[in-house]
């Protein structure tokens, strides 16, 4: 990682705002891919109290990237099973998201890593992440971290 003050670490509650700050961004791009991403209106003010219920989650994780700058990246991720599944336990990684002055320099990579590092542990064999088709940037970040497609999900407006 090009910045040796920051490391990826745990959220605590005092990372609540900021993590809900950057989710509220997040959503915001995604709106621009689609009207199928757009929250309803005030829904971003619950952004941070779902942070604070993953927090208190034992099969959700948040993990913050702490700079010189302060929080600006986080990432988010849940244990699932699927019922009847042989693989046991798997890993979602639900959100991801890095400020714009911060990327390209290795923030997004080092918070998946430790996503998967916690996946691994906790006895997941595979970790999934849904990413927008039109999300060039996402596509090409979670490729070359060697993710590869699995389900295409199509939709049709009504
Ligand atoms: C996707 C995102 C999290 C990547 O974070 P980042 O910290 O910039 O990524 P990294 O610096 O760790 O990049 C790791 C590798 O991913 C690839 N990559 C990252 N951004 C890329 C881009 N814009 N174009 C092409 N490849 C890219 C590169 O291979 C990169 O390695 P390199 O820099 O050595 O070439 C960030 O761009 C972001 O927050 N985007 C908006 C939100 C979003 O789309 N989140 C994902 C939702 S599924």
């Known amino acids: 990682v090009n910045d040796p003050a920051g490391a990826a670490r745990c959220a605590r509650w005092p990372d609540v705002p900021a993590v809900g700050a950057l989710w509220q961004k997040l959503v915001e791009a995604h709106a621009e891919l689609g009207s199928a991403f757009a929250l309803r209106p005030g829904a ?3 952004l941070p109290r779902l942070v604070a219920e993953m927090l208190d989650d034992p099969d959700a994780a948040v993990w913050v990237w702490e700079g010189p700058a302060g929080v600006s990246g986080f990432c988010t991720a849940r244990r ?3 019922p009847g599944s042989a693989e046991g336990q798997r890993v979602e990684i639900t959100e991801l998201m890095v400020s714009p002055p911060a990327r390209r320099s290795g923030v997004g990579r080092a918070l ?3 996503a998967l590092a916690w996946a691994s542990t ?3 064999r595979r970790v999934e ?3 927008a088709a039109g999300n060039s940037t996402g596509q090409a970040f979670w490729r070359a971290l060697g ?3 699995l389900v295409d999900v199509l939709d049709r407006r009504l």
């Open 122 to 124: 906790g006895g997941a």
């Open 44 to 46: 971003d003010a619950e």
């Open 80 to 82: 699932t099973r699927a």
């Open 147 to 149: 993710f590869g497609d």
């Open 129 to 131: 992440v849904r990413v």
């Open 112 to 114: 998946v890593e430790t």
